[in-house]
């Protein structure tokens, strides 16, 4: 493979600062060794498609190279990843459905570029836009609407994560519970399913039900 101009690269990463360029001179050594390996876009267009600034994106780069120097992540890895964070319990279901909901693609991997699209709805977006993400991250199955059996494979997840030694002491049966109060408050129309205005309209009514559903707590 023919070795990028080092004198162009650098050219083209100018208007950035030093640190971006050792993260440009970063991404394109890793691209000549692999290639395999995921060239990102720039950061002037994903500070122009998110609402981080360019040099959070700089930092949350710099972190995300160093747990996936090929540029990308597969869901083996990103269990591996998100385990570290929660050691006291199994959070590799959990770790799942979020690598699920990051691959917007669906093509068994997440880039940086997935991975700040889905950071930059959950901690800068409208409440709109973040509960549009979690309906997403619920719905399994991607038909529209949000079963029990749906929300209690996530609640499932949720108390596996948090392991057996949280405080109070959870009962067996308590993700079940959960998910029953939640639908008689959400299938406001009673038909056995949650639709995405349910959804909405009962998280923004009741502040309870997004803190008790952990909808980002558990996220990062």
């Known amino acids: 493979m023919k070795p990028k101009n080092r004198d162009q690269s650098l ?4 208007e950035l600062d ?3 360029d050792q993260l440009t001179d970063s991404v394109e050594d890793d691209f000549e ?11 002037d267009k994903l500070e122009e498609q998110t609402k ?16 996936c120097p090929s540029g990308v992540v597969n869901e083996e890895n990103f269990k591996n990843i998100y385990s570290q964070f929660f050691p006291q319990g199994d959070s590799s ?4 459905f979020l690598f699920e909901a990051f691959d ?4 068994g991997s997440v880039s940086f570029e997935d991975f700040v699209f889905g950071l930059s709805i959950i901690l800068r977006g409208t409440i709109n836009d973040r509960l549009n993400w979690a309906f ?11 079963t029990k059996e749906e929300m209690l494979d996530i609640m ?3 108390y596996d994560m948090m392991g057996k030694y949280t405080y109070p002491t959870m009962m067996d049966d308590a993700p079940r519970e959960h998910v029953e109060s939640f639908f008689q408050k959400m299938d406001q129309n009673r038909d056995g399913v949650v639709t995405i205005d349910e959804f909405i309209d009962s998280c923004k009514k009741d502040e309870n039900i997004m803190q008790s559903m952990q909808l980002f707590d558990n996220v990062i």
Do not use: W
């Open 93 to 96: 279901m959990y770790a799942h």
């Open 11 to 14: 050219s083209d990463s100018r």
């Open 156 to 158: 499932k997840s949720i």
């Open 33 to 43: 060794l692999s290639t395999v390996c995921h060239r990102p876009e720039s950061m």
């Open 104 to 107: 917007t693609n669906k093509n």
């Open 18 to 20: 030093g640190s971006y």
């Open 136 to 146: 997403n991250l619920y719905d399994l199955n991607k038909d529209g609407c949000i």
């Open 52 to 67: 981080f600034t360019k040099k959070e994106l700089q930092v949350l780069y710099r972190g995300f190279k160093n747990e």
